[in-house]
């Protein structure tokens, strides 16, 4: 089911991982009337600490779960800047993008920030794991606008239910297409409508065959 809430720069997990203090220097200022920034983000494996029978999830401990949360949130506030839309790799479920937006505003306050009051959008595809592509995008209003940053937002997959002529359907995570209206700084309006696409390689059991190799 999809789950919403009332240039792309690459990042993974794995930049942030090792420590709780961000190296890596924020992105350059876009200007701040006419710019829309969009970031990718690939958590890689970001599990809550409940099992979910349907999938082969990992079940973290509290501690760890927070660390991960603190992590992601650090990522997304001082490594991207805070980008308008975040699309994500790597999310177990909604519950999980509910607290990390929740971290990510509380620690804006604590920087005494902005908060990005980030909402959310995740499609629950057929990876073995549960894990999941989703979207963040930013309803705190545009500078000067007295609009949210983004409205009307909708979130689709693109081929959820595609099939191939091998075994298993094609997308184990399906496209998410947003559309979206942003609001600028100067007060005029701009459609956005973007696709996040994650291909897998093929699947254990599909052997090696050269018709196979790189389709999925």
């Known amino acids: 089911p999809l789950l919403t809430a009332p240039g792309m720069t690459p990042r993974s997990a794995d930049d942030d991982r090792d420590s709780a203090t961000s190296t890596t220097p924020p992105l350059p200022p876009l200007p701040a009337d006419r710019a829309l920034s969009i970031a990718y983000y690939d958590l890689e494996r970001m599990f809550d600490i409940q099992d979910d029978p349907r999938y082969a999830d990992e079940v973290i401990t509290v501690a760890a779960y927070e660390r991960n949360l603190r992590k992601a949130a650090l990522g997304i506030r001082r490594s991207l800047g805070a980008p308008d839309v975040v699309a ?114 093929p699947a254990a059991g599909e052997g090696p065959s050269p018709e196979l190799h790189g389709v999925r």
């Open 88 to 201: 994500l790799g790597g999310v177990e479920n909604a519950q999980v993008l509910q607290n990390l937006s929740m971290r990510i505003d509380a620690d804006a306050d604590e920087a005494h920030e902005p908060r990005p009051q980030y909402q959310f959008a995740l499609f629950e595809g057929r990876d073995p794991r549960g894990l999941n592509l989703a979207y963040l995008y930013k309803t705190a209003s545009a500078q000067g606008s007295g609009f949210p940053r983004l409205s009307d937002v909708r979130v689709q997959p693109i081929g959820a239910d595609a099939t191939w002529e091998g075994p298993g359907p094609l997308y184990l995570r399906a496209p998410l297409a947003p559309d979206a209206t942003v609001h600028l700084g100067d007060g005029s309006v701009a459609p956005l409508r973007a696709v996040l696409v994650r291909m897998d390689g």
